[in-house]
């Protein structure tokens, strides 16, 4: 058995599971703590579906606690920047692009020192280790107590990257030192803003997974807790720990995953609607397709793993305004005071969740609160509703061809069984903590993503080696050798760069291998 689950904005979901045989699931609030919420959520499985805490085999948690705390500019640590560049590089200093607000809640100071590769490892200059020790010295008078660190082409050596970070621990001891050429892809600024991101978090991240672990711990299971990843695989607690950004798409992510499982279809479009907003994705053979293009995060420019997701403020806590020839849905939202300020609860803030009880489409709390609702403006805010997600699917499509629908989360309630211009929506059973099962039945992966100077008549074996380094690394992760398979590759020949430059990326995914 496994339990999955996916703490949302306004809800935190959670599923029993054999095999992906469905023995339970449970849709309660996500409480201001989260963790007690985890608690609530277990205990409604057990209540449901009386099992043995010591049969089960494995945990598995999507959260949103760390990409809150970033959005939220809180309980993010001291931080500073190194990079490895000079003599160039300078043009544009660390967190140049970020916004004033969340530079000041890390107190963000940057350094810019000798070092750096080539895209074929050659050196742009020596490390310099006295400049090195000099700027750690001025970060532990600062107070700093996390680090990060990007080298330029570290993706491709990172023998600078390591050697800082030796250098750093030993000036700073106790600080939290994260490297570049562990967390993003090629592209230097991006990669380094999604380096200080992790940086920042990497004291709450400690602090998180310690509450999760004993909310489990707390409900009797000793099974091994794993967090979701943004690409839809796994990671175990330390990694989370030293990776917590990692975790930041995991929710949309998690929810496109059980979708194909719930509805059999590896290829489609998945509109989940939760309490908050709706996250449009793309599947393609069952994985989320991942954005090609920089990511921004709170205002960011980040460039690691992150699915191609389209995001609306629409949800089942949306407020909804206006009249039926003016309606607005969302972007503001009651998140998790639902059940508390919804009509149907007692409130007084009309939701689209009274919309869908008011329509008939659900049933929840009491109808007898919405019977007062002017039946035009329920069909305005439904329609407004309909209209936004088939233009939201159409963005997302990538050609002519059409593209099955799925709609998970448990305000799908709100879409019409077809969308104009789109077609007809799949609901499958379960579809309501899709993304608790998508958690549940989640894999683990390995990913290489690098740029190789291709020698004549050597391409073969280099994409071979790219190919088995990405096996390897997800074995090494905790996958089970004889599922691995490559789900994803990617060749692109850089003719700007000299030596037949070529970016090859590959992914490797495979089963948890559990203890018996």
């Known amino acids: 058995m496994r339990i999955g689950i996916d703490v949302g904005g306004t809800n935190t979901d959670a599923v029993l599971l054999d095999g992906e045989r469905v023995l339970a699931a449970i849709k309660t609030s996500t409480t201001a703590d989260v963790t007690s919420g985890i608690v609530a959520a277990v205990d409604g499985l057990q209540a449901q579906h009386a099992f043995d805490p010591a049969g089960v085999r494995a945990v598995m948690i999507g959260t949103t606690h760390f990409i809150n705390a970033l959005v939220e500019a809180r309980r993010l640590a001291p931080t500073a920047a190194i990079r490895l560049s000079l ?47 000099k700027a750690a010295a001025e970060m532990g008078e600062a107070g700093v107590r996390s680090v990060a660190i990007t080298s330029v082409f570290s993706p491709v050596n990172a023998e600078f990257e390591a050697r800082a970070a030796e250098i750093v621990a030993a000036e700073l001891p106790g600080a939290a030192i994260s490297l570049s050429h562990e967390i993003g892809r090629i592209g230097l600024l991006e990669r380094e803003n999604a380096t200080i991101i992790n940086a920042a978090l990497r004291e709450l991240a400690a602090g998180i997974v310690d509450g999760l672990a004993a909310s489990v711990r707390g409900a009797g299971i000793t099974a091994p807790l794993y967090l979701s990843q943004n690409d839809g695989t796994l990671m175990d607690v330390d990694f989370a720990r030293r990776y917590p950004v990692a975790t930041f798409a995991s929710g949309p992510t998690n929810s496109m995953r059980g979708a194909a499982v719930l509805s059999g279809l590896s290829t489609c479009a998945v509109v989940d609607v939760g309490g908050t907003t709706s996250d449009i994705g793309v599947l393609n053979q069952g994985f989320p397709r991942e954005a090609t293009t920089d990511v921004s995060v709170a205002g960011i420019r980040t460039n690691f793993r992150m699915p191609d997701v389209l995001s609306l403020g629409i949800g089942g806590g949306s407020l909804v ?129 690098r740029v190789y100077a291709i020698e004549p008549g050597q391409r073969n074996s280099v994409i071979a ?6 096996v390897d690394r997800a074995v090494a992760a905790g996958a089970s050798p004889s599922t691995v398979d490559i789900v994803d590759f990617d060749e692109v020949p850089i003719p700007y760069l000299p030596g037949n430059a070529t970016r090859i990326r590959a992914k490797a995914v495979g089963e948890l291998q559990l203890g018996s």
């Not at 970020?98 to 530079?103: A, Q």
């Not at 104009?420 to 799949?426: K, N, Y």
């Open 87 to 133: 003599p160039a590089g300078a043009s544009l200093p660390p967190m140049v692009d970020w916004p004033p607000r969340l530079v000041d809640a890390i107190a963000g100071r940057g350094y810019l020192c000798h070092g750096g590769h080539e895209f074929d490892g050659r050196h742009i200059a020596e490390l310099d280790e006295s400049e090195l020790r």
């Open 321 to 449: 305004r206006g009249d039926a020839a003016a309606v607005t849905v969302g972007p503001d939202s009651v998140g998790y005071e639902l059940t508390s300020k919804a009509l149907v609860f007692g409130g007084d803030t009309l939701t689209a969740t009274d919309i869908a009880v008011a329509a008939g489409r659900a049933e929840i709390g009491d109808p007898g609160r919405v019977a007062h609702l002017d039946k035009d403006l329920v069909r305005a805010a439904l329609d407004r509703i309909a209209a936004d997600a088939a233009d939201a699917v159409d963005r997302m499509r990538t050609s002519a061809e059409p593209l099955p629908v799925v709609a998970v989360g448990g305000g799908s309630v709100l879409l019409p069984d077809e969308l104009a211009g789109v077609g007809e929506v799949h609901r499958p059973e379960h579809y309501a903590v899709a993304n608790a099962i998508g958690a549940a039945i989640a894999q683990i992966g390995g990913e290489v993503d």
């Open 465 to 470: 080696e790219a190919k088995q380094e990405a």
